[in-house]
């Protein structure tokens, strides 16, 4: 059975930091690029940010650049996402997937696998 489980939202106050993980199971994704979605309430799902299948390609939605990082250690089958200075508006649940292609992906339907995803509230 495939899995994909993500860990390390909270609460956290803006300006602070948290680092998600994203662990798979079930099946290796060295081979697979990753992203990371999130989904506020009564919003829907939106990108956040991407890695290829080496890690040498990363991708940012606009409002995390410069602030967020993706990372991945195919190792361990991990993908992580570090996010600095966090905004309220940054809240939401946090979802991990793999993509179907090796190269960066931004849309929800270029993703095959979903993690169950994780809160992540920022308050002011």
């Known amino acids: 059975q495939v899995q994909l489980v993500e860990s390390g939202g909270g609460l956290v106050q803006a300006g602070g930091s948290l680092r998600l993980s994203c662990a798979a199971s079930g099946r290796t994704f060295s081979t697979n690029a990753m992203g990371w979605f999130r989904q506020a309430p009564g919003k829907e799902r939106e990108f956040v940010a991407t890695i290829s299948w080496s890690g040498g390609t990363t991708y940012y939605a606009d409002f995390v650049k410069g602030r967020f990082t993706i990372s991945r250690d195919n190792a361990l089958n991990t993908v992580y996402l570090q996010m600095n200075s966090l905004k309220p508006e940054d809240t939401a649940v946090y979802y991990c997937?793999?993509?179907?292609?090796?190269?960066?992906?931004?849309?929800?339907?270029?993703?095959?696998?979903w993690g169950q995803g994780t809160q992540v509230t920022v308050s002011s």
């Open positions: 997937a793999a993509a179907a292609t090796s190269t960066i992906a931004t849309m929800t339907w270029h993703y095959d696998y």
